[in-house]
C-alpha cells in the first residue's frame, strides 16, 4: 500500500459501481455487468486518489470500499486497487455472499482488509425473489463461514425489513437466522423504495399498506437484537458487546460524528473544508474525465455554518452516545428541549450534552425535527 499525502482528511469511501444484476429497489449508482470495463474504471479510481492524494492525512482511519458489488469487481483490478490504497486501521469491503468464494476471502485477506460487510437482506428464499436478490439463504451461511475459514473476525450482516409479503413472524425467523451466525455486527434497514424505481411500481400498493406496521417491526428488531447481546450504538446497527475490541462500524461512526470524508468514484460524496462534492453518476464520463488526467465531472454544494449544525445534530442524535448541543449555536429549540426532557424522550447528560431515551430513539427523526423547531 502506498502512503496518502498531508491534508486532514482521515477517511475515505471508494465506489466501485459493478453488479451482476440491479435490485428493483436499487438506487445506488451502479453498472450491470461491464467485465471489459473493469480494469479502465480501476485505473481512473487510481487517477483520482493521486489527485486527491494532497486532501488526505498521513495516518488514515478508515477505508470503505462499496458499491454497487465491490466484490463483483474482476479479481486483478479488485487486486490492484486494494494494493494501492492507504493503510487504515479499517479497511471495510461490502460483499454479495453470492460471489464470496475461498479464492476471494484469500484475496481480501492478502491485501488488508479488516472487516466485510455482507449484504444478507432475508433467510426467507420468497422475499429474496421479491428484493430480486440472487443469493440464497445458504449463500449467506455458507459466505460467512468461508469468510471465518480465511480469518476474518470481523463480519457485519445487512438484513432489511418492511419487504412486501413480510410477516412478523418472517422478520422474526430472519433475526432468528442471522443471531445463529454470530456477526460482531448487524444493519438492520426499513426498505426504501424510491419514487420511480420499477420496486415501486410493481409493490407500491402492498408498501402502502404495510407502512402501520413499521414501527412495530423496528421495535422486534431493537428488542431481539439487544436481547441477544448487541449494543443498539445506531438507529439501524447494532455490534457486541463483552469483547476486548472495538466493532462499531469505524468509517460510518465518523461520519455520524460529523467528521470530513472524501469519496472517490463514480457517483461517490465527499464532504471536504466546508464543501460537500458529488461526482456525477455516468461510468463512461468518469472514466474520459480522468484517462484525460482531469478531475471527473461533478456538483459542488457549499455548506454554510447552519447546514452543518442541522447536519450534525441529525447525525449525531442517531448515537447512543452523548451530544453536545452548545456547540451548535443556536440551532435547538431550547423550549422544545425542555418539553422533550419532561416528556421522557430526551434526556441531559450533564449542562451541555443529551441523548434521545429509548422511547425517544424509537421515535427518531420526529424527535429530532421537534429539537430543529
Known amino acids: 500500500m502506498t502512503r496518502p499525502g498531508h491534508g486532514a482528511v482521515r477517511h475515505l469511501y471508494v465506489h466501485l459501481p459493478f453488479c451482476a444484476h440491479r435490485c428493483g429497489y436499487c438506487d445506488f449508482v451502479t453498472a450491470v455487468g461491464r467485465a471489459d470495463e473493469h480494469a479502465a474504471y480501476v485505473d481512473a479510481l487510481?487517477?483520482?486518489?493521486?489527485?486527491?492524494?494532497?486532501?488526505?492525512?498521513?495516518?488514515?482511519?478508515?477505508?470503505?470500499?462499496?458499491?454497487?458489488?465491490?466484490?463483483?469487481?474482476?479479481?486483478?483490478?479488485?487486486?490492484?486497487?486494494?494494493?494501492?490504497?492507504?493503510?487504515?486501521?479499517?479497511?471495510?469491503?461490502?460483499?454479495?455472499?453470492?460471489?464470496?468464494?475461498?479464492?476471494?476471502?484469500a484475496l481480501l485477506g492478502e491485501h488488508g482488509v479488516t472487516r466485510i460487510s455482507l449484504g444478507a437482506q432475508s433467510f426467507r428464499p420468497r422475499l429474496?425473489?421479491?428484493?430480486?436478490?440472487?443469493?440464497?439463504?445458504?449463500?449467506?451461511?455458507?459466505?460467512?463461514?468461508?469468510?471465518?475459514?480465511?480469518?476474518?473476525?470481523?463480519?457485519?450482516?445487512?438484513?432489511?425489513?418492511?419487504?412486501?409479503?413480510?410477516?412478523?413472524?418472517?422478520?422474526?425467523?430472519?433475526?432468528?437466522?442471522?443471531?445463529?451466525?454470530?456477526?460482531?455486527?448487524?444493519?438492520?434497514?426499513?426498505?426504501?423504495?424510491?419514487?420511480?424505481?420499477?420496486?415501486?411500481?410493481?409493490?407500491?400498493?402492498?408498501?402502502?399498506?404495510?407502512?402501520?406496521?413499521?414501527?412495530?417491526?423496528?421495535e422486534r428488531v431493537v428488542e431481539t437484537l439487544t436481547g441477544g447481546g448487541y449494543r443498539w450504538y445506531e438507529t439501524a446497527n447494532f455490534c457486541r458487546e463483552g469483547r476486548d475490541r472495538e466493532l462499531r462500524a469505524q468509517h460510518n461512526l465518523a461520519i455520524w460524528r460529523g467528521a470530513d470524508y472524501l469519496g472517490v468514484g463514480v457517483g461517490a460524496v465527499s464532504t471536504v473544508a466546508g464543501e460537500r462534492r458529488r461526482n456525477l453518476p455516468s461510468v463512461g464520463r468518469y472514466v474520459a474525465a480522468l484517462a484525460a488526467g482531469h478531475a471527473p465531472p461533478r456538483e459542488v454544494e457549499a455548506l454554510d455554518d447552519a447546514t452543518r449544525a442541522v447536519e450534525r445534530l441529525m447525525l449525531g442524535l442517531r448515537l447512543d452516545e452523548p451530544f453536545d448541543v452548545e456547540r451548535l449555536n443556536g440551532t435547538v429549540d431550547r423550549l422544545e428541549l425542555e418539553r422533550?426532557?419532561?416528556?421522557?424522550?430526551?434526556?441531559?447528560?450533564?449542562?451541555?450534552?443529551?441523548?434521545l431515551t429509548r422511547r425517544g430513539r424509537l421515535l427518531g427523526g420526529a424527535v429530532t425535527a421537534a429539537l430543529l423547531g
Request: charge should be negative; aromatic fraction near 4%.
Open 46 to 105: 487510481l487517477v483520482e486518489l493521486q489527485l486527491e492524494r494532497p486532501r488526505l492525512a498521513d495516518d488514515v482511519e478508515t477505508v470503505f470500499l462499496g458499491g454497487g458489488t465491490p466484490t463483483f469487481t474482476e479479481p486483478t483490478s479488485l487486486a490492484r486497487l486494494l494494493d494501492r490504497l492507504p493503510d487504515a486501521e479499517e479497511l471495510t469491503v461490502e460483499a454479495n455472499p453470492e460471489t464470496v468464494t475461498q479464492a476471494l476471502a
Open 128 to 218: 429474496l425473489e421479491v428484493l430480486e436478490r440472487q443469493a440464497r439463504p445458504e449463500d449467506v451461511r455458507r459466505a460467512v463461514h468461508t469468510l471465518r475459514d480465511a480469518g476474518f473476525d470481523n463480519i457485519s450482516l445487512d438484513l432489511v425489513y418492511g419487504i412486501p409479503g413480510q410477516s412478523a413472524a418472517d422478520l422474526e425467523a430472519d433475526l432468528a437466522e442471522a443471531l445463529a451466525l454470530e456477526p460482531e455486527h448487524l444493519s438492520c434497514y426499513e426498505l426504501e423504495a424510491k419514487p420511480g424505481t420499477r420496486f415501486t411500481h410493481a409493490h407500491g400498493e402492498e408498501l402502502r399498506r404495510q407502512s402501520e406496521a413499521m414501527e412495530d417491526y423496528f
Open 340 to 355: 422533550l426532557v419532561d416528556g421522557g424522550l430526551v434526556e441531559r447528560r450533564g449542562n451541555d450534552s443529551i441523548t
